[in-house]
């Protein structure tokens, strides 16, 4: 029989465990209040999308269409969420019990007829104890989003894109095969912009005007991911060999602006002396400043201010900039480039680097030489 210390001091570890776990109850609690009105947000969305289904459907005599012919299910995907970790009360266990019902029903058309995407720890070591093949790991998107996860994505759609910009091709075609794409794999808003004509320093909305062989075609991509925080990349696509020589000249003082900017997005610094770096290179170039040199990003697009001379907001740690200048020669043409940088103690890291330049820019580099 334990001793009258040895119960004391079990109560006391009770009840200091009972106060770690109120906390965390507390904790769990906000953010099951915030992700309920997360939802509760799209609720206008969706009667309004009801609401015009049903007016359209009403209107209607007959739809053809083969996705609404009844057909004999052959294979099927199950695309299910849990979490990573415990103490979240009877979530995975209730969504496990759920899955394995599911699971069976579909079990007659052979395991490798049945694709399952489990998203979170849990339901995925579940989905690997029950014989059944994981397509895919989604564990991160059970875990704290980040800037990077958007980023990525940008980065993503842009090799898939620079694919397909080739002669013939629309600028609304190409738009339209970029946001299919980003749509698809998670973005939840997004702005892409894109130039194909003279001067190349603007971006606008797309036209049906076709791609020429010889273009100097921009694609601009300003994408929230799948948690909500915006991203931007801009790169120029020079579609063939040798072209656009005067243009690659003005993109690489662009870039030489935005590195000696980027030097100074650092804490302690402020906006205005990131926008006076930028201002430098231009002034040594004769390069005239067409709008700012970048702006905040966030949660929303833009977050409120921009990188130029009368901001003196000081720079802290994780702050997010997209630097693009629009500069001009004296011909008036420029070169719209862009990335994102968060600032961090050691300086500014790039969020946006991993995408690889357009096709011909080692051989411009070797005519400018």
């Not at 739809?63 to 299910?73: G, L």
């Not at 266990?93 to 995407?117: S, T």
């Not at 629309?170 to 794409?181: D, L, N, Q």
Request: hydrophobic share 40%.
């Amino acid at each position: 029989m334990a001793s009258l210390k040895e119960v004391k001091g079990r109560i006391a570890s009770v009840n200091n465990t009972r106060k770690i776990t109120s906390a965390m109850k507390m904790v769990a609690s906000a953010k099951l209040h915030k992700a309920q009105a997360a939802i509760e947000s799209m609720l206008p969305y969706e009667r309004r999308l009801h609401h015009i289904l049903t007016d359209f459907m009403s209107n209607c005599t007959e739809v053809t269409s083969p996705f609404i012919v009844k057909r004999e299910v052959k294979k099927v995907a199950v695309v299910v969420f849990a979490s990573n970790t415990s103490l979240c009360g009877g979530f995975n266990a209730n969504v496990i019990r759920h899955l394995v019902d599911l699971l069976a029903e579909y079990k007659p058309l052979g395991l490798e007829n049945i694709l399952v995407f489990p998203v979170g720890k849990k339901v995925a070591d579940a989905v690997r104890k029950l014989g059944f093949r994981i397509e895919g790991d989604f564990q991160h998107m059970a875990d704290k989003p980040s800037y990077q996860e958007a980023s990525d994505l940008a980065i993503a759609a842009f090799e898939e894109v620079v694919e397909y910009i080739r002669p013939g091709v629309t600028e609304k075609e190409v738009i339209g095969y970029a946001e299919g794409y980003l749509r698809a794999h998670g973005a939840e808003d997004l702005l892409i912009l894109s130039r194909g004509e003279y001067p190349h320093a603007f971006i606008n909305r797309p036209t049906f005007r076709r791609i020429e062989k010889d273009d100097l075609f921009v694609f601009s991509v300003e994408i929230a991911g799948v948690y909500g925080y915006w991203t931007q990349i801009i790169r120029p696509i020079f579609l063939s060999r040798g072209s656009h020589r005067e243009a690659y000249e003005v993109l690489c003082q662009v870039k030489e602006a935005i590195q000696a900017g980027v030097e100074k997005f650092r804490p302690g610094n402020l906006i205005c002396d990131v926008d006076e770096a930028i201002n430098r290179v231009a002034r040594k170039y004769e390069l005239s400043k067409g709008v700012w040199a970048g702006h905040s990003m966030g949660i929303d697009l833009g977050d409120g201010y921009n990188i130029g001379e009368s901001n003196k907001m000081e720079i802290v740690p994780n702050m997010i900039l997209t630097f693009h200048p629009s500069l001009l020669d004296k011909n008036g043409e420029g070169v719209l480039y862009a990335d994102t940088y968060v600032s961090t103690e050691g300086g500014a890291r790039c969020l946006t680097d991993k995408y690889r330049e357009s096709p011909y820019w080692e051989d411009l580099k070797e005519l400018v030489k």
